[in-house]
């Protein structure tokens, strides 16, 4: 869908969703990895998997694919978390990875629904393990701090995506 594409990427609770939401909001093709493009399979192979675990959220290489081959607007940005990024990042124009502090990371958590990722006892060790290790994101990515109010977040990728005004 665009001339450039990025992914944006973080642990639970740094705020994908909301990014891609403002993005939208401002005009920009955004599309939301979690809704639109996850299943639950092999990060290798990519075959479905019966499991639901955090381990098994996947993207659709193939619907990726279709996306990045889309040139129809001039950026695209593909936001979420998935365990098989390493099969397209190289595809991609770049990747930001939204960063935030342990104690952002707790209170989000704190405010999670019962029902999303996260609000679950050992859902949350998980959030916080992959926070410290930083071993479920792209280590190549632009860091973006995610502390910051959500227009300066979004701001900033637009910025250091050369996106320009909105379409």
Excluded at 11 to 26: A, D, H, M, P
Excluded at 96 to 122: H, M, N, Q, S, Y
Aim: glycine share 10%.
């Amino acid at each position: 869908m665009g001339i450039k594409n990025y992914l944006i990427e973080g642990v639970s609770c740094t705020g994908k969703t909301s990014v891609c939401n403002e993005l939208q909001r401002r005009g920009y093709v955004a599309i939301n990895g979690d809704r639109q493009l996850a299943y639950q399979g092999d990060p290798e192979t990519g075959r479905k998997t019966d499991g639901h675990g955090h381990e098994n959220h996947i993207w659709d290489i193939e619907k990726v694919k279709a996306i990045v081959a889309d040139k129809g607007a001039p950026v695209t940005f593909l936001c979420g978390g998935s365990r098989n990024f390493s099969k397209f990042t190289h595809l991609l124009d770049g990747v930001f990875v939204l960063e935030i502090d342990l104690d952002t990371l707790i209170r989000r958590l704190d405010e999670r629904p019962d029902d999303e990722f996260g609000a679950k006892p050992e859902e949350r060790e998980l959030v916080l393990r992959l926070h410290r290790t930083k071993e479920d994101v792209p280590k190549d990515g632009i860091s973006i701090d995610a502390t910051a109010p959500l227009a300066h977040v979004v701001d900033e990728i637009i910025r250091q995506s050369g996106a320009g005004g909105s379409e």
